[in-house]
């Protein structure tokens, strides 16, 4: 699978956990401002995508034309926008989010369901500086270290949840919107997490100068 970096012009995380997301990707795209992020960073525009009522024109016109893709509409977020994009252009891609927070509680919320609309097109992760939230469709397999936090958070009803290496399993079980899942422990890797149907998102905490894999 293509490993693919989308950049949202929110809060990017620190300098030395965004080298190891870097090194891993093979395409780098930013969605409208985030380009400017990139360029900002001293980091390779691959693709451009969205409305650019925020990307100065001199920053597209120093693109070749081909990595600038103009998605005019007003419906969808422009991190939705780069997901579209990238799913339409690879198949199952792995996609790491950066730059998702920041001041406004309704663009990070946008955020999330936006890539709850694309989780079955692509293995989404939003990065930040001290967490990793996943999303995936009906089944997730992550390495994390023994002692990790790691939190459950259905979006409405998520039936048939089966967990392995967390310290309060689930077998089986149906959670709802609200706090049960929370703050679970890793006590074995990989922790791999399956239900039937619904969405879940998943959140797994960072330790100290942790850096991000692939």
Known sequence: MVRVLIVLNGQPPRWELLESVVAGAEVLIGADAGAVRLREAGLRIDYVVGDFDSVPAELLQSLPAESVVHDPGQDDT?????????????NQPQI???????????????????AVRYADKAFIRFVEDHSITY????????????????????????????????????????????????????????????????????????????????
Do not use: Y
Not at 78 to 90: C, G, I, N, Q, S
Not at 147 to 170: M, N
């Open 96 to 114: 790491v989010v950066v730059g998702t927070t920041g001041d406004r509680i309704d663009h990070v919320l946008g955020n999330v369901c936006g």
């Open 135 to 214: 999303f995936a469709h009906r089944q997730l397999r992550f390495d994390a270290p023994v002692g990790a936090t790691v939190s459950l958070l259905p979006l409405g009803e998520v039936e048939g949840i089966r967990t392995e290496g967390l310290k309060w399993a689930l077998h089986g079980e149906t959670l709802a919107l609200g706090t049960r899942g929370v703050s679970n422990v890793v006590e074995r890797s990989p922790v791999v997490i399956e239900w039937r149907s619904g969405h879940l998102v998943v959140v797994r905490l960072l330790g100290e100068g942790e850096m991000f894999t692939w």
């Open 78 to 90: 422009d991190l939705e926008k780069a997901l579209r994009f990238a799913v339409t252009r690879w």
